[in-house]
């Protein structure tokens, strides 16, 4: 398995992959670890949660680094994530006694029925590359703090990150076996995900992905959560405070190099603010500073991987082809390294890559709508379904259109983001499932009825 750095093309470091039988060790491991961690008191798993969070925090710069030079995310961003990583933690830590709690049940009199969260054991993560600490970080806090074990089986370009990972939960003191990193490759997965001892499944990625994980998860019963990306509307009407709308939506399509499932990816503007919209956003792509990932002044990065980086410029090309317009980037940079520029189309005809796939990179796909009904109908001509974000200045007219928007989560006046104390996930073929919050340390229980006499 190999590093390299997509800024520079540089090989970083090449690891060995776990045979079968080190994946049968540690499978054997989150077994028996699972028979001895379900019954840790919830305050003590709580507590090694604080620890984890502050291993986070004292080897912030280092895990950064890590993951800047893994998939050329730019260094400020990737303290960030580190930063919001510590903060799920301290989250599940002050709050999952609260959302595991017992719920009581109307019952006959002198009876009582309540509900219990039992974890469920060992569950595998399959994990994307683009966050490569939050993804995991987002499953392991709730899920290892609900008594599950947890088997990651990260992206193969981010294997040092893979192993930091394991080395956090070791360093803040959880039994060896709670937290296993699998170093294998994604062939591997279904023969893991079949065995028995492996209860559930969550997975961060592809459409493709989600569904074979989905197929042999069904085929032998287990529970799955996915999340596979989306192709997120960015709606600005009439109303709308443009600068903020402007500021904001630069940041939500390029935050990450754009490689965000929830990043905004298809703008629809308000025909009487249209023109202004797109010169200003168009003009403020041209600002962003594009280059070395290291370096603070840096807004957008390399792509994390060249084949990546060569498929977002085919769907580029392939709807410019079909007759989109170009207003701004477009080619890769001449220059060492998978570099793409912020990338505006417009006009895009029904149909082409930019309007039905999900573009995983610093592109924004413009629309032009007549009023609010007409945005919704775009918003929702698409087979994603996980966020949405809407500007307007009348909150309550940001609240009723939310209704008509079929997607997991909408965000008026703000860009869709993930927030532990929020519920996120998506619908259609963004996936299923809830992470963060409530919702989602409840995803792996066994949520068991007592019945008392
Ligand atoms: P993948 O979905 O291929 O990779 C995500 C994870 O799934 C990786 O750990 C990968 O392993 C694993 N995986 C891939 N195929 C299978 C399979 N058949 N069975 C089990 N596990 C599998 O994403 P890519 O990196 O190839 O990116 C392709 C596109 O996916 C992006 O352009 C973007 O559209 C979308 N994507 C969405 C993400 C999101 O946040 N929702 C994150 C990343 C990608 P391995 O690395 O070993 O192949």
Not at 182 to 192: A, E, R
Not at 301 to 314: I, N, S, T, V, Y
Not at 393 to 407: K, P, T, V, W
């Amino acid at each position: 398995m190999e590093a390299v750095n997509p800024a520079t093309g540089e090989r970083l470091h090449v690891y060995e992959p776990d045979d079968d039988d080190t994946v049968e060790r540690k499978l054997d491991r989150a077994t028996s670890t699972f028979e001895e961690w379900r019954d840790v008191p919830l305050r003590e798993r709580e507590q090694l949660l604080v620890n984890a969070g502050e291993v986070l925090r004292e080897n912030k710069q280092r895990y950064a680094e890590l993951m800047t030079r893994e998939m050329g995310k730019p260094i400020t961003q990737a303290i960030a994530e580190v930063e919001k990583c510590a903060w799920a933690c301290d989250h599940y830590a002050e709050y999952a006694h609260k959302y595991l709690s017992d719920e009581h049940h109307p019952s006959p009199p002198g009876t009582e029925v309540k509900t219990v969260h039992d974890p469920l054991g060992p569950v595998l993560a399959v994990m994307p590359w683009n966050y490569p600490f939050w993804q995991v970080i987002r499953f392991a806090a709730p899920y290892l703090t609900a008594g599950n074990v947890g088997l990651l089986k990260h992206a193969s370009n981010v294997p040092g990150c893979a192993l930091a990972l394991e080395e956090v939960f070791a360093e803040a003191g959880y039994p060896e076996g709670a937290f296993q990193t699998l170093l294998v490759g994604s062939s591997d997965v279904d023969g893991i995900l079949a065995d028995d001892r492996v209860r559930a499944a969550t997975l961060t990625g592809s459409g493709p992905a989600g569904r074979a994980v989905a197929e042999t998860a069904g085929k032998h019963l287990k529970k799955t959560v996915l999340e596979l990306g989306g192709s997120d509307p960015f709606i600005v009407l009439d109303d709308a405070d443009l600068d903020a709308a402007l500021e904001t939506g630069v940041q939500a399509r390029t935050l990450n190099g754009g490689q965000s499932c929830i990043a905004a990816k298809r703008f629809i503007v308000h025909t009487d603010v249209y023109e202004e919209y797109v010169d200003r956003l168009v003009a403020a792509f041209e600002d962003l500073t594009v280059g070395d990932p290291m370096s603070e002044e840096t807004d957008v990065g390399p792509q994390a991987d060249p084949d990546l980086m060569a498929e977002l410029h085919e769907q580029v090309q392939a709807s410019v082809d079909a007759g989109a317009t170009l207003l701004t980037g477009g080619e890769p940079l001449d220059r060492t390294g998978a570099f793409y520029p912020p990338t505006v189309l417009t006009a895009v005809p029904s149909g082409c890559p930019a309007d039905t796939e999900e573009t995983f990179g610093p592109v924004a796909t413009v629309y032009e709508v007549a009023d609010a009904d007409e945005a919704i109908t775009v918003a929702n001509d698409t087979r994603f379904g996980l966020g949405a974000s809407l500007w307007t200045a009348d909150r309550e007219r940001g609240q009723r259109l939310a209704r008509d928007i079929s997607a997991g989560c909408v965000y008026i006046n703000e860009m869709t983001k993930s927030d532990p104390r929020v519920p996120f996930g998506g619908i259609k073929d963004a996936g299923y499932g809830r992470e963060l919050s409530e919702m989602g340390i409840k995803e792996f229980v066994n949520k068991k009825t007592v019945w008392t006499e």
